[in-house]
């Protein structure tokens, strides 16, 4: 992306769009009460660890230009649970592809 530095870019997975109700709990996160599915998580896997930059609970309605967004480590993931919703001008564009060496 022109003018952005690389470093400022990163990868995340929408998972709440505008006008969407968020709730985030210690285990797990529901957009309109519905549980999110997250197939890409291992069984196991804390989904929100005790770390204090994470927001363990939190309830909000994203505006008419919000998108709520998680890292796939969501161990250790710097997303809207640190930083909040994004707006939509700070969406650059999508992931399509993703080469993994040796894969």
């Avoid at 109700?21 to 196991?44: E, F, Q, S």
């Avoid at 896997?45 to 709520?68: M, N, T, V």
């Avoid at 250790?76 to 894969?103: E, M, P, Q, T």
């Amino acid at each position: 992306m022109a003018g952005v530095p690389a470093s400022e870019i990163w990868a995340r997975r929408i998972v709440g769009l505008p006008g969407e109700h968020i709730r985030v709990t210690h285990d797990a996160i529901y957009v309109n009460a519905a549980k999110l599915v997250l197939p890409h998580v291992m069984a196991g896997q804390e989904f929100i660890l005790s770390d204090p930059r994470f927001a363990l609970k939190l309830d909000i309605q994203l505006g008419a230009d919000e998108y709520y967004v998680l890292g796939d480590n969501l161990s250790h993931a710097i997303d809207s649970r640190i930083f909040g919703a994004l707006k939509k001008r700070d969406v650059l564009g999508y992931v399509f592809y993703i080469a993994s060496k040796g894969a």
